[in-house]
């Protein structure tokens, strides 16, 4: 098969699973207004279900709604019908995945389901299923075709109703007023809960500060730039003023005979930024990037007692 045959048929592959997910805007209707509202008046958790390829797909976005702030977990259909139904409580909400809407291993928990007094809330490609029949709410995820040209293997289907899925995680983000500062707390070992939840003082560089005197020659600029490895020095312990690589290359530009002579004070930047060493590492991000630097000082009480680098919030 040459290259552009294959080509071919990821574009072609492409354009019916668009075509699949734009199909859904059709079909979206009060229902899924329901199954929002649904979730956000329970007490309890939402529960999702699904067996196979759609079991594959119920686990991504069980993960997408417990980390945007809906309690969430997944069950298998066939653990459950031997023993994990006891996990579900009556408050909790069932989402069941199943594109034909007759998936035996998940039609046969419905009699528990409807005896626990659980809403429950089915995504299916038929509307007239089993499933769908004998559901609280139905979210249409019919598709015209599969990708796969024996109309065989789950493709459009299943790409439809993984994006139904984060089309609830969403509105229920929008409905909680879910923010950045929120999912960080779920987040703690991310860039992002980084950021939000660390401190400034965690990060910091603190050991062998580069200090010089303001009075040091520029030849001890130089030496205790290089000791201090930051590419920078600070000019007296309540950071008076910074000197910067760029600033001593600005200056050796500029008059290349005589900065020899000159000493830390007269090529020193004045009154650098600093932040408190108890600011999160976000406003630290803010600051250097609101005013388009690389490093800052960290003050302790007026006290220079670290800096934080661009590089050090982005490991």
Do not use: W
Not at 46 to 60: Q, Y
Not at 84 to 96: E, H, K, N, P, Y
């Amino acid at each position: 098969m040459s290259s552009q045959k294959n080509i071919d048929i990821a574009k072609d592959v492409f354009q019916i699973q668009a075509e699949a997910i734009a199909n859904l805007s059709n079909q979206i209707d009060e229902q899924f207004d329901g199954a929002v509202a649904a979730i956000l008046n329970s007490s309890g958790r939402v529960v999702i279900c699904g067996m196979g390829k759609s079991g594959l797909i119920g686990t991504k976005i069980m993960a997408t709604m417990a980390s945007t702030g809906t309690p969430c977990f997944f069950m298998h259909p066939g653990e459950a019908f031997h023993g994990d139904l006891g996990m579900v409580t009556q408050q909790d909400i069932f989402i069941a995945l199943s594109n034909s809407g007759e998936t035996e291993e998940v039609i046969k928990l419905l009699p528990f389901l409807k005896d626990n007094g659980n809403i429950i809330i089915s995504m299916t490609g038929n509307p007239t299923s089993t499933l769908a029949d004998n559901s609280h709410f139905h979210l249409n995820i019919a598709v015209p075709k599969e990708a796969c040209p024996l109309q065989l293997a789950p493709t459009s289907s299943t790409t439809a109703t993984l994006v139904m899925g984060d089309a609830l995680a969403v509105a229920l983000m929008e409905a909680r007023d879910f923010q950045p500062q929120d999912f960080a707390r779920f987040h703690p070992g991310g860039s992002l809960g980084r950021k939000l939840l660390t401190k400034v003082k965690h990060e910091m560089k603190s050991e062998n500060l580069p200090f010089i005197s303001a009075e040091a020659s520029v030849k001890e600029v130089i030496h205790t730039m290089t000791e201090g490895r930051l590419g920078l020095c600070i000019v007296g312990e309540m950071g008076e003023g910074i000197i910067t690589d760029g600033d001593l290359r600005r200056h050796m530009e500029q008059d290349l005979a005589g900065i020899m002579s000159k000493t830390a004070g007269d090529i020193m930047s004045k009154s650098p930024s600093h932040i408190d060493c108890n600011e999160k590492l976000s406003a630290a991000e803010d600051l250097m990037n609101t005013r388009k630097i690389t490093s800052l000082l960290v003050s302790d009480q007026q006290k220079i007692v670290g800096v934080i680098q661009i590089y050090d919030l982005n490991k």
